[in-house]
């Protein structure tokens, strides 16, 4: 005010200084210095705290409170609401994978699995005849950044016979399981396995062999290892 009443304004008018005029007083008075000393100063005090831009978990801690920072980071932000898992797929799988497919993840040494889906299959095969493949696992509670874990990938094969894996035997160099037949006999039965998970397989009867297989045959899971065809075997009584 005093600059401005220096310059022939009225201090009581000094709504009707012109811009031009407003700003050469801020500056012989100091009052713009002294406005970009106090911008400068919040600024440098907003600097003095960290914000993550998601919610998440701090990891790899390497300071405490009151200690200087330098220029090395001093701390990893993980977003374990939503975690990835990357996995490898053989070559010749590359024909059941999709993305948005289901997947199940499970820790080593634990039991509890968490659901997820494939979200990017890498489009090349690297020198071990391998493809990556990563899967989105929203909620991961229970599980850690780094952590390896069991992948099964979930593929949808409509119109097929499965049997559990224990069913089938090796005969000979060729696949066969045993019909729970009449008369309480093991019929012996040559099969081609399609397609497998991690307990059971998808069969075809073998029709080169004069095999035939239908949809509700009862058919041997254990105690098959020595069987042979007309062996007599007895119901386990569950």
């Known amino acids: 005010m005093d ?3 220096g310059l022939g304004w009225a201090v009581a008018d000094s709504a009707a200084v012109p811009a031009d005029v407003r700003e050469l007083a801020g500056i012989r008075s100091g009052y713009s210095a002294a406005c970009n000393a106090y911008d400068k100063a919040q600024r ?3 600097g003095t705290v960290l914000r993550a831009p998601f919610a998440g978990r701090v990891a790899d801690l390497q300071l405490k409170q009151w200690d200087r920072t330098g220029s090395d980071p001093f701390c990893t932000l993980i977003a374990d609401g939503t975690l990835d898992v990357t996995f490898s797929a053989l070559e010749s799988e590359y024909g059941f994978l999709e993305r948005g497919q289901r997947v199940s993840v499970t820790p080593f040494g634990q039991e509890r ?10 489009p090349t095969v690297d020198r071990n005849g ?7 696992i929203p909620g991961g509670a229970g599980l850690l950044d780094g952590m390896n874990v069991r992948v ?7 119109a097929q016979l499965v049997v559990p894996k224990s069913a089938v035997v090796i005969r000979d160099g060729l696949e066969v399981l045993f019909r729970y037949g009449e008369g309480d006999r093991a019929e012996w039965v040559y099969v081609h396995t399609l397609n497998a998970n991690s307990d059971s397989y998808a069969v075809t009867a073998n029709t080169d062999r004069g095999a035939t297989l239908s949809e509700g045959d009862r058919v041997i899971v254990s105690g098959n290892l020595n069987l042979a065809d007309g062996s007599h075997v007895v119901l386990k009584e569950e």
Request: hydrophobic share 55%; net charge positive.
């Open 130 to 136: 391998q493809i990556a493949v990563t899967a989105t």
């Open 113 to 122: 699995s968490f659901a997820g889906r494939i979200k990017s299959i890498n």
């Open 44 to 46: 440098a005090l907003a």
């Open 3 to 5: 600059v401005l009443s």
């Open 152 to 158: 099964v990938v979930d593929k949808d094969l409509p």
